[in-house]
């Protein structure tokens, strides 16, 4: 790297705001509009910091519809300085700093704002939600061509993240000796419980719970369970790191979602945060959490009506043989 380089990634991370961002963004990706509010700068202003910082290659910038999210660099020396900032300020606990304190306060409200937003969405449709998710897709063929990539021989123990109304649960029922759907939503958990005894399903339990630190043993899952819930969270990594933690040596983790889209409305009407993934954004919390590919599926919608949402799977391994996990999101 030459000497230029280096200097200008120093000076990048060597000024009070753009210090304060990073130490924001190692803790989650972000919006300009949530950076902006938590920060108390004009948009314009914080955009430019921003622009120094991608500049330099310490954050990585992704445009979604109309939001701009921000985050971390994972790739290349901007990588190295923003893990070398991020072990600093672990070892000193955390920047004794009114300021940056507020920071972390305004942070933990923006998070909260958004669960809230996300949970009054759902409390509010619980009872319709298995109307609202056939909407977009022909739910029949997805579970299908996720019970086919499950394959038929039984496993232990099931976990469903997210379970909502229970239909995971239902689907794989045949497939589990045990099977637990964790959920945020009271109301949800209640239309699950009455979905699961309507369907005689006797070997099933939901159980109220955040998907990002569920009260499950590290390695006691066979089979967990990601569906249609990563596009709802500001930190679909994060949630697929706390599940490959509860997978046994050689337990399978499986993910349907939506391939990157245009529908913005799906924001507003629908509480999504994110419109879809990539391959290349899985694979990237794959090797963080230490997975394998182990299949994937793309089910492209039949008709183009304008509600377009090509859906994926991906089915991830957890390998044999433990290994270490690289450990990003206890950040700061
Ligand atoms: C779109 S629903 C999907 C439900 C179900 N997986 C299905 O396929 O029918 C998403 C669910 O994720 C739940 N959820 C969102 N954030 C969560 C969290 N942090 N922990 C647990 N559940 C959460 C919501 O309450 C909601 O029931």
């Known amino acids: 790297m030459s000497l230029d380089a280096t200097l200008n990634l120093f000076r990048a991370i060597g000024e009070e705001t753009r210090l304060r961002v990073m130490i924001l963004l190692l803790r989650g990706e972000l919006t300009v509009s949530e950076l902006t509010q938590i920060l108390g700068q ?18 990585e910038r992704y445009r979604e519809g109309a939001w701009v999210f921000y985050r971390a660099a994972e790739e290349g020396d901007g990588a190295s300085v923003a893990g070398a900032v991020l072990a600093a300020l672990k070892s000193f606990g955390e920047v004794d700093d009114r300021v940056v304190a507020r920071d972390r306060e305004r942070f933990r409200q923006s998070r909260e704002a ?55 649960l239902e689907i794989f029922a045949d497939r589990f000796e045990s099977g637990v759907g964790f959920d945020l939503s009271r109301e949800m958990l209640s239309v699950a419980r009455a979905n699961l005894d309507r369907a005689g399903v006797h070997n ?6 955040d998907l990002f630190s569920l009260p499950l043993e590290t390695g006691s899952a066979d089979l967990v369970c990601l569906h249609q819930v990563l596009h709802f969270l500001a930190e679909p990594g994060a949630a697929v790191k706390e599940a490959a933690r509860l997978l ?38 794959r090797r963080a959490s230490g997975l394998d590919l182990l299949a994937s599926e793309t089910l492209s919608p039949q008709s183009d009506d304008g509600k377009k949402l090509t859906v994926k799977i991906w089915v991830l391994g957890a390998p044999a043989e433990v290994r270490r996990l690289k450990s990003r999101a206890s950040a700061a």
């Open 114 to 168: 958004r669960a809230r937003a996300a949970a009054a969405y759902f409390e509010a449709n619980a009872a319709e939600w298995d109307r609202v998710r056939k909407l977009h897709l022909p739910e029949p063929d997805i579970e299908q061509r996720m019970r086919a990539l499950i394959g038929e021989q039984r496993v232990g123990l099931f976990v469903d993240l997210g379970t909502g109304t229970g239909r995971m």
């Open 42 to 59: 004009s948009q314009p202003r914080v955009s430019r910091h921003l622009k120094i910082l991608a500049d330099a290659g310490l954050v």
């Open 204 to 209: 099933a339990q939901v159980r109220q719970g």
């Open 248 to 285: 046994k040596p050689g337990g399978r983790l499986i993910i349907s979602d939506f391939a990157p889209h245009e529908l913005e409305f799906l924001r507003e009407e629908h509480a999504h945060r994110r419109l879809g993934f990539s391959d290349e954004e899985v694979a990237g919390w």
